[in-house]
């Protein structure tokens, strides 16, 4: 996404791509799977790791490290044929003289209980499988499937200054105060 790349060292991250075809639910409701796709991984590894992470929106998770949120994970979703691919990319167990940018950090950095990465990503699928079941049930309908208030419940960018790149080089700033039906920050 925007010509960046994710780098890790070997064994130190858990990088995935999961096809989920959303079958009859409106194509209009697809924006949602890859914000569904944070909550499950923020979920999953609340429970197998230990570490509270939190959402930052649209597509990052956060951990705290030393005092600091950090990103430690980011997600991307493609259209592709009758579906979506979402990509995960979770920094497991970089040590700090590893991280790619200062605003990095890791599940290790971050006091993680469990860095195995097999148990790690069993719990981000189950979650997936659980809040994508969810969500298919209703249709596609965040909040009847639960999922705009855990994905609101997890957001750190809710009250706070965010600034908006417009093009022609010119920004918008305000604060950031709810996430919408469309998944869209308000």
């Given amino acids: 996404r925007l010509e960046r790349s994710w780098t890790a060292p070997p064994r130190s991250g858990l ?8 079958g009859d639910v409106p194509v209009e409701r697809w924006g949602w799977v890859p914000l569904l796709a944070g909550v499950a991984a923020a979920t999953g590894l609340a429970k197998s790791a230990g570490v509270d992470t939190a959402l930052k929106w649209p597509n990052d998770l956060l951990v705290t490290v030393a005092g600091e949120e950090r990103k430690a994970g980011g997600i991307l979703g493609e259209f592709a ?8 990319g979770i920094n497991v167990s970089l040590r ?6 200062p ?5 290790a950095l971050a006091g993680a209980v469990s860095t195995d990465r097999e148990t790690l990503l069993r719990a ?7 809040w994508y079941g969810e969500w298919k049930a209703a249709d596609g309908d965040a909040s009847a ?6 994905y609101t419940a997890g957001c750190a960018t809710l009250d706070r200054t965010v600034r908006a790149e417009l093009p022609g080089g010119n920004s918008l700033v305000g604060r950031a105060v709810a996430i919408d039906g469309d998944g869209r920050l308000v």
Avoid at 82 to 87: A, E, N, P, Q, Y
Avoid at 103 to 107: D, H, P
Avoid at 145 to 150: D, E, F, H, N, V
């Fill in 15 to 22: 990088f995935l791509s999961v096809y989920l075809e959303p």
């Fill in 81 to 88: 044929g009758d579906g979506i691919v979402v990509g995960l």
């Fill in 96 to 101: 700090a003289d590893e991280l790619p940018a």
């Fill in 103 to 107: 605003t990095a950090g890791s599940l």
């Fill in 124 to 130: 981000v699928l189950r979650s997936l499988e659980h």
């Fill in 145 to 150: 499937s639960g999922l705009q208030a855990a």
